[in-house]
């Protein structure tokens, strides 16, 4: 490639966001360079494990001990990576970074990034989210409220395909919905028992999910979801949302975008004179090539910390902390969702009862607490949503009674009781001293400064996980379930995978980085559109909210680009 072209626009990074990016920026006829740290995966082709079963694995699909070593902060998730995934995780060895606290960094370095392994719920932001930080005194105000967003939800939601259920709550607002899947006869039991005992606004519904579910529905060469749960591996039929599946070959058709992966950016090169960026440089994984890309426009979708770090070493005469940096904001403020904590129990009866496929989606509580003098908590302000499910045991916890023969292949045919279990996912404030910083010590194996984190649950996040608990023990009681229990298992923030913030919104760049329309202040042709933009948390998964805000710079930076905004 000619380091002496001149695109119309880069975009770093293929994600979810950069996904976006790349297709509204190409349909709007730019000619856009599309930047990926990692290697090429090929929609299908290069979803490798896609059709594996679990004996196709001689460890079943666990990693061996030397993979262990490798995956030692990928593994504190538990579920993943394993063996049939693992190739779309990073090797923590090869990638490491410092933490002051602990840190959980999920990282999916390859084309798509981690728009192949995300849990793909999908839930809009409201007005109560959006007006928290203001009302209460947090941090900053927000540049933007949820008028501003609905279109973008809107144009999202109708062309990822969103399956759900509308339920008309201000705290969770409708959207543009496939048919909903279904719930499973306990949940239906469970949503019935809630309804009934408690009157302060809590439901269950199931799950909003980035899965086609409509047969009749056109999505551009994507199937309807086939109830496999492999989504990780990558689904060939597209039945999920994936930059692989939809966005990036959208950017290709315009023959407008040209993808090069195994490219690092790790600075975005500016000229004091025109007081905007030039383009960026890069390094080539495969050659060590040290490589400058130029264009008028940049968008970092490199995901949330890894913007921030670019943003941290994009330094010059004009920005010595980083570009944008005059409020000394970059960098802070970073946030994650509560995750592994909620509680299990056990369910009597529906022994006639089963369900059909592997569901890839569960059922959903919505926020119930600090909405109201009825819902008020004292102790720690926002709140907390469930994502759970119910399913019936295996035949397992009979086998220690069990002998050979006969007696075995009958018993490892009848599926078990029936069993339920939850997890919450509540908000986290925005302190400015929750920070990632560049380690002054510290290098990665191409010679750029580690990330440092910096960042813990304070006060308020840990009085909330208590309520987690108490609050869904209370449902599974009331709903007659047995042996309920509480849980919790160690975690640090970023485990919840939702890690945002470091670059916020907002109205004024002396506490902001960017504003309303996701442009640095000061260096107007940036735009940064993963989580590091984010100004506070919510308590609902974020990528939806990421999808929307990016499409919506992306149209803002076509229009300044056709008008002759960018030098």
């Known amino acids: 490639m000619s380091q002496d072209e001149q695109y119309d626009a880069i975009v770093v990074g293929t994600g979810i966001s950069g996904g976006w990016a790349a297709k509204e920026l190409c349909e709007n006829d730019l000619k856009t ?3 990926e740290r990692g290697p090429m995966v090929e929609h299908i082709k290069d979803y490798k494990t896609m059709n594996d079963d679990p004996w196709d694995y001689p460890l079943k699909g666990e990693l061996s001990l030397e993979d262990k070593k490798k995956y030692k902060v990928q593994s504190r998730l538990n579920w993943a990576p394993k063996e049939d995934v693992k190739h779309f995780f990073v090797n923590d060895l090869e990638h490491p970074y410092v933490e002051t606290k602990r840190f959980d960094w999920i990282r999916g370095y390859q084309v798509g990034g981690r728009s192949l392994t995300w849990g793909r719920q999908s839930y809009r932001w409201s007005d109560i989210d959006f007006e928290a930080n203001k009302k209460e005194g947090v941090s900053i105000d927000w540049p933007v409220r949820y008028n501003d967003l609905s279109p973008w939800y809107d144009k999202v939601e109708e ?3 969103v399956s759900g259920e509308a339920l008309g709550l201000a705290v969770l607002p409708d959207g543009k919905f496939q048919p909903a899947m279904n719930l499973n006869c306990v949940e239906e039991e469970f949503k019935k028992s809630t309804a009934e005992k408690f009157d302060d606004g809590r439901l269950v519904t199931i799950g909003r999910t980035a899965h086609i579910t409509d047969p009749e529905a056109s999505f551009e060469g994507r199937g309807t979801c086939q109830n496999r749960d492999r989504c990780w591996r990558g ?17 290709e058709r315009t023959g407008n975008m040209t993808l090069r992966p195994n490219s690092i950016v790790h600075e975005i090169m500016y000229d004091a004179t025109t007081k905007q960026a030039t383009g960026v440089r890069v390094i080539d994984t495969e050659t060590h090539e040290k490589l400058e890309f130029k264009a008028k426009v940049v968008f970092l979708c490199a995901s949330a910390m890894a913007s921030v770090g670019i943003l941290l070493q994009s ?4 920005f010595p902390n980083g570009m944008g940096n005059d409020s000394d904001a970059l960098g802070r403020g ?20 089963y369900y059909k496929g592997k569901r890839a989606n569960g059922f959903y509580i919505p926020r119930f607490v600090n909405l109201s003098n009825k819902t008020n908590r004292e102790g720690y302000l926002r709140g907390f949503g469930y994502q759970g499910t119910a399913s019936r045991q295996d035949w397992s916890e009979s086998i220690a009674e069990m002998g050979f023969g006969k007696g075995l292949k009958e018993e490892i045919l009848k599926p078990g009781k029936w069993q339920i279990g939850v997890t919450g996912f509540g908000e986290f404030l925005p302190y400015d001293d929750n920070r990632v910083t560049l380690s002054k010590t510290k290098k990665d194996k191409w010679g750029l400064p580690q990330l440092a984190f910096d960042v813990e649950f304070k006060e308020n996040e840990l009085n909330m996980r208590k309520d987690i608990k108490k609050e869904i023990v209370a449902m599974f009681k009331a709903a007659g379930f047995k042996d309920v229990q509480p849980y919790e298992e160690a975690s640090g923030p970023g485990l919840g995978i939702h890690e945002m913030g470091g670059a916020r919104m907002g109205h004024n760049p002396k506490t902001s980085i960017l504003n309303k329309n996701n442009q640095i202040h000061e260096v107007s042709n940036v735009y940064v559109t993963d989580g590091a933009f984010m100004t506070s948390s919510s308590c609902v998964n974020p990528s939806l909210t990421y999808m929307a805000f990016t499409a919506r710079a992306a149209n803002h930076a076509a229009e300044q680009f056709k008008a002759g905004k960018f030098s």
């Open 33 to 35: 360079l599309v930047l």
């Open 159 to 161: 062309y990822i395909g």
């Open 235 to 251: 689904c060939p039929f597209g039945g999920y949302f994936s930059s692989n599946s939809s966005t990036l070959p959208a950017a």
């Open 315 to 318: 330094k010059s005469e004009r």
């Open 334 to 353: 970073i946030m994650d969702h509560h995750y592994k904590l909620g509680a299990t129990g056990k369910v009597d009866g529906f022994l006639d009862k």
